[in-house]
Structures are given as structure tokens and as C-alpha cells.
């Protein structure tokens, strides 16, 4: 059987969104739109096998980016499994944080499923080379869960507490009269984490451009992807 990666899109959307610029140690700033980590999370909370990867190709921009500030109390503290470690008092290690967020995102998110080979896989057991496996059921399973709204674990959008509502695009359906019609240049962007080697996980990043509403996401292997 003939496989080829077939693109995906979906529409999310969301009351609030935070996708934290990694530079901001103490208190959480938001970039200005969806990060492609951040996207790329939402389609794995989906689905996600060892056997798939997905890269994203291009974000949409549908709503003004608008902004809003909150004030929480966090814990100052890092938890350990340990039996032996010390217990941590919420009400003693509270701290008072600032977060810069965003409220009333829309975007459209396109990401293509990528097939890995057994011989390449990583996150599951060794076997022997799956010769009759048939990689087109990844793309049936995906668009069988995403079109009834169903997933492994909840899309967020940046954060856990920012909940993230989908809905699967028809196959080519790209742009519209409703894009946000701006174009900005983002700067520098978190693209995605490096964990080819686990003993040295880096972060990527990439120059974010967004013409008429449409940030155009280069292949993770570009010379616009930066280590």
C-alpha cells in the first residue's frame, strides 16, 4: 500500500491561552500567538503513537490578540517523590505571581502525520521490522477520534488550566475571510525541545512572521530552525 504524510487541520479556540516565552524565569509572559510545541501538543493529546510524529506546517490567526493579567498564589517550592524528602506547606512556601496571558483565542492549527519506520522508533519495545504494517490506519484512527471530539488527554492551550476546544477541518481547507488581517514580525520563537539526546535537551526556535493572519512554520530540519 502506497503511505504518504497526509496533512491535517484543526480549529481551536479557547477563553485563555499562555504560551510562556522560556526567557521569563519568574513570572509567566505569553508570546503573542500558539507556539508550534504548543500545537503540536494539542494534535498528540489527540493522538500519538511511536509510530507517528507530527509536524506542524502553518498556524492561522483568527481572533485579536488581546491580552489580560492575573495575580495567583503558587507554591515557591519543588515537590520530591522521596519518602525521605520534607513535606511542603502550601500556606509557607506561597508565593504572589504576576502572569501576562491571552484571552479568546481562535486559531488554525496544520500539522502533517508523519510515518516513522520500526528500525527508527523510540518510546516502545524493539521488535523485529513490521513488514505488513499498514501505516494508513494511523490516519483513519486520528481522523475517526478528532471528528468525534475525542482524545487521550485534554488539549490545553500553553498551560493545563487553559483548556483548548477542537474541531477537524475538511481535507484543503486553508484561509478564509476571517483571518486576522495583520501581519507582524514576532521575533525569535520557541519552535519545539531537541530530545535526540536526552543527556543534552535543547530548546529550537524560529523567526515567527505573520502575514495577513498566516504564520508560515518551516520544516524542523530548515536553516530557519535555530539550536
Same mark, same amino acid.
Do not use: N, S, V
Given at each position: 500500500m502506497e503511505y504518504f504524510d497526509k496533512e491535517y487541520g484543526l480549529e481551536i479556540w479557547g477563553d485563555y491561552a499562555c504560551f @510562556? /516565552? $522560556? *526567557?521569563?524565569?519568574v513570572e509567566r509572559v505569553s508570546y503573542d500567538v500558539i507556539t508550534p510545541s504548543a500545537a503540536r501538543n494539542i494534535f498528540q493529546a489527540i493522538f500519538w503513537k511511536p509510530a507517528i510524529q507530527w509536524q506542524i506546517t502553518r498556524i492561522e490567526v483568527l481572533n485579536p490578540i488581546k491580552w489580560f493579567s492575573i495575580r495567583r498564589n503558587e507554591v515557591g517550592a519543588i515537590g520530591q517523590c522521596r519518602a525521605s524528602a520534607p513535606k511542603i506547606i502550601a500556606t509557607k512556601n506561597r508565593q504572589q505571581k504576576n502572569s501576562l496571558m491571552l484571552r479568546d483565542v481562535r486559531y488554525r492549527i496544520y500539522a502533517r502525520m508523519v510515518y516513522i519506520p520500526p528500525q527508527k522508533r523510540t518510546g516502545e519495545p524493539q521488535h523485529e521490522a513490521r513488514e505488513n504494517e499498514n501505516p494508513g490506519k494511523y490516519q483513519a484512527m486520528f481522523e475517526r477520534r478528532a471528528s468525534k471530539g475525542q482524545y487521550f488527554s485534554a $488539549?490545553?492551550?500553553? @498551560? /493545563? *488550566?487553559c483548556s483548548a476546544f477542537f474541531e477537524l477541518l475538511p481535507d484543503g481547507s486553508k484561509s478564509g475571510p476571517d483571518l486576522l488581517q495583520e501581519s507582524i514580525d514576532f521575533g525569535p520563537m520557541l519552535y519545539d525541545m531537541d530530545f535526540s539526546d536526552p543527556d543534552n535537551i535543547q530548546a529550537m526556535f524560529y523567526r515567527a512572521r505573520m502575514e495577513n493572519g498566516v504564520i508560515e512554520v518551516p520544516p524542523i530540519n530548515s536553516k530557519e530552525v535555530l539550536r
Open positions: @510562556t /516565552r $522560556p *526567557e521569563m524565569k $488539549p490545553y492551550l500553553g @498551560t /493545563r *488550566e
